[in-house]
């Protein structure tokens, strides 16, 4: 099958779409997304889960998970504190917890009948929940929570942690209660074979293929490379840097068994224009509960038994590429805090961010780590930069100025300073500095450059 224009053009408005829900920040839509949890489930022939667990972040997620499975021990700092004669000591079951959940905002559901979770008062909305304030003043009364913060603090448990536990409990867990296996291959592996199996039936090889070209190749690369793959990197790492040792492992496991909610469309996108192509085949008909997911959720994991599910980010800054780009704080920000940090698609640390308002150039030639380096400059400017720290005029023609000067453990910075030969309304000529390599020697040879030419190629018979 050979696509069309008009069905190209089809397959990219989708792709718009999913683009669109890829890249949405704010609060999930709980009830959608859970609906599409339990419909993932049945299409797959399987039990929908008793349980829907909802965290702030994929981080929180996969620990949580990792909880839930018991591959990663309860820490014991952050086990709950008795303080009313009403609350029993851990592990007892949860008589005493309460129903709202403060890091996410609101509790947990029953995932079989929309019913609340134990522990929750009959009748109470499982996807509404009392305000902040009041969950935690519940979480006091009740006693539950991180033991107490500086118990946890002092055993060296982060405190994020002991909120993940606090808030398993505060959602009605009972610790000893599991997850049971992932089914993420049931659930998600499995239909996604399964369609493209029909639709490369359906299309052929290259219909196939000129679809996902047309419906996903810009998507895969702005969400996939750009966002998706630099959370999943750092969520390793810092999970890895949260629990050194044996537990390490036992915490970046679920990150290998996530599914990525909005992050999969750039893949869904493919199918959905597919099946709107292919209608008789029914190819969105396995993955429409993954769709759902996709449309109102962030990351999510399924098992046996529960489900957990997490927000989408609160803030998503990129650059006008679609790197993730911020220098006044996170680039990608989820509503319990967890954050990426990164300039022009670079991770930096967060640390790095309060320093750039106020960088000098002794700080800036102090910095050891060239790449650190790098972005202090691109925020400080590299022509402020040359001025403040006295660069060397190298020679003039033409063309512009050269300047050149040495930065410790890096390559030269060398520049060229152009005036733009069109005149501003205001009579004034702005002035633009080309980086070229450091080898350059003179300005002409640096402009010829940009334009991917010797200096003695570089004859413009016109300049605007």
Known sequence: MKLSHAQEAMAAAIEDQWLAAAVQTGDAARAAAEEGVRDSYRLAGL????????????????VAMALLSGRLPIPAATRPTVSSPDVEAFPSPPTAVAEASPAAARPASAATDGGAPPGVASGESAAGGAPPAAASSERVAAGVGVGSGSSAAEAGVPEWVAEVCAEL?????????????????RVRTEP???ARKAAVEALGNDGWAQLSAAAGRRSWGLVMDLIAGRLRLRLGEDLAAAFP???SRAARMPVLDAIYGQYDGPWL??????????PEAGLMTGLAGLAEVARHAGWW????????LTERPSALTRDNVGRLHRGEGAALEFPDGYGLWAWRGMPIPPELASELPTLTVTRIRHENNAEIRRVMLEHYGYDRYLRDAGARKMGSDETGTLWYLDLPGDEPLVMVEVVNSTPEPDGTSRIYWLRVP????????????????TAEEYQPMIQT
């Open 47 to 62: 039990e929908v889960p008793d349980r829907i667990y909802w965290f702030g972040s994929p981080r929180a997620g996969a």
């Open 169 to 185: 409990r505060l959602q009605g867990w009972t610790p000893g209660e599991t997850a049971g296996p992932s089914l993420r291959r």
């Open 192 to 194: 996604w074979a399964a």
């Open 245 to 247: 040792g044996d537990d």
């Open 269 to 278: 996108s493919t199918f959905e224009a597919a099946d709107r192509l292919c």
């Open 301 to 308: 994991w399924a098992n046996e038994k529960v489900a957990v």
């Open 438 to 453: 450091p080898r350059t020697r003179s300005a002409r040879e640096g402009v010829a450059w940009t334009f991917g030419l």
